[in-house]
């Protein structure tokens, strides 16, 4: 065993040498791959192009790495050489696409990075301004979108009648309208060296817009006489329609319809109802047509209760137009209760005065020094009879 011993312990070094030695190359040949490259930068900041660009992009170095692998959309090509920058010209057919890169040695190749290119189309235009109806023959109508940098833009009208005597190109065109333009469409597009945005459309139509709101009590009584009604002036209006329920005549004060249609060129007029309810309409007209009709439900709420046999109040106002003060006369056949109201064209009640009326001629004075200027109803009861008459106040 002793003889063994100095046997035993050389191969015992000289296995730990053979280890120490195949460990030394193992370390030695160990390999790393790069890691991935830092964010892609586009010069200018932009990552939208169009065709015939050309961009440059760059991204740091990596430490490790000996090359770079660039992935460029279709569509592209590489100008000069590719390191950690890479310049790209761009062609027609190209659209949205990702741009990689990857850092590499000879270990390998590191996880790529991305940078997502967008091709510069332009978007739809934004909201027009400018009147859709009620400009009938009418000259030098402005229209207009908002603008965008690098973007020319396109007008056109689908019919004839509409002319645009400046702005073609830009943002802003004005127009010129013959009465045979009746409706139609205005259209613009959005176009730079991408291509072209969708159409944006404007439907118009010449003739005068609906009335908003026709102002004037819609609850009535059979047979009531003089019940104003009017309407805030419509754009390009040269005149207006009223029609009333069957059996109803309208006045404006200087001419009385035969029927329940007056033409007209006046907002306010007056309504004389028969026995029956229905719709009083009103609408405005132009060279170009009629516009649409207000319509507006009357309601009988009363029967027998204003008759033309008994409107003999003979009522009278004066001055009239109104200020501070209104005188109003009638007459009666008896002493009686009476009551004088003012009421809106809403119908709403401003001012009530009850008093006994003497057999006669009556004069009474109504102070209107708290009444804000407007249309007013000026009602007179007196018994059975009642009269009424349309007041304006200043």
Request: glycine content about 10%; proline content about 5%.
């Amino acid at each position: 065993m002793k003889r063994l011993l100095p046997h035993i312990k050389f191969y015992f070094s000289l296995i730990i040498a053979y280890c120490f030695l195949t460990g030394m190359q193992i370390s030695a040949n160990r390999c790393n791959v790069p890691p991935q490259p830092s964010a892609i930068t586009a010069t200018g900041g932009n990552t939208k192009v169009c065709p015939g660009d050309i961009k440059t992009y760059s991204i740091a170095s990596v430490a490790g790495a000996n090359g770079y692998v660039w992935t460029i959309p279709n569509g592209s090509s590489i100008i000069g050489n590719a390191t950690t920058t890479i310049t790209l010209r761009y062609s027609s057919s190209f659209s949205n696409a990702l741009l990689k890169v990857s850092a590499k040695n000879n270990c390998g190749t590191s996880p790529a990075r991305t940078l997502f290119i967008q091709r510069n189309n332009p978007a739809a235009t934004g909201a027009f301004t400018g009147p859709a109806t009620g400009f009938c023959g009418m000259s030098g109508v402005v229209y207009s979108v908002p603008a965008m940098p690098g973007i020319i833009y396109n007008w056109s009208f689908d019919s004839t009648g509409a002319t645009i005597v400046s702005g073609q190109g830009t943002n802003t065109i004005t127009v010129d309208f013959s009465t045979s333009f009746v409706t139609g469409i205005l259209g613009v597009t959005a176009n730079n060296g991408c291509g072209s945005s969708g159409e944006h459309h404007l439907h118009l139509n010449s003739r005068p817009a609906a009335a908003d709101t026709v102002y004037g009590i819609t609850s009535v009584c059979a047979n009531q006489q003089n019940v104003a009604y009017s309407i805030a002036p419509i754009n390009s209006a040269t005149s207006y329609t009223w029609t009333g329920p069957a059996g109803s005549q309208i006045s404006d004060a200087v001419n009385t319809s035969t029927g329940i249609t007056l033409n007209t060129d006046s907002t306010s007029v007056t309504v004389n109802y028969g026995t029956t309810g229905g719709i009083l309409k009103v609408r405005g007209n132009n060279a170009c047509g009629a516009g649409s009709l207000n319509n507006t439900a009357i309601t009988i709420v009363c029967r027998g209760q204003i008759t033309p046999a008994e409107n003999n109040l003979m009522l009278k106002c004066y001055p009239v137009p109104a200020k501070d003060q209104l005188t109003v006369t009638f007459y009666s056949a008896e002493e009686k209760e009476t009551i004088i109201e003012l009421r809106d064209v809403e119908g709403k009640t401003i001012l009530h005065k009850a008093f006994n009326s003497k057999q006669g001629e009556n004069n009474c004075k109504v102070n209107l020094a708290t009444i804000p200027s407007g249309l007013y109803l000026l009602y007179v009861i007196n018994g059975v009879q009642k009269d009424f008459r349309k007041i304006t106040v200043e």
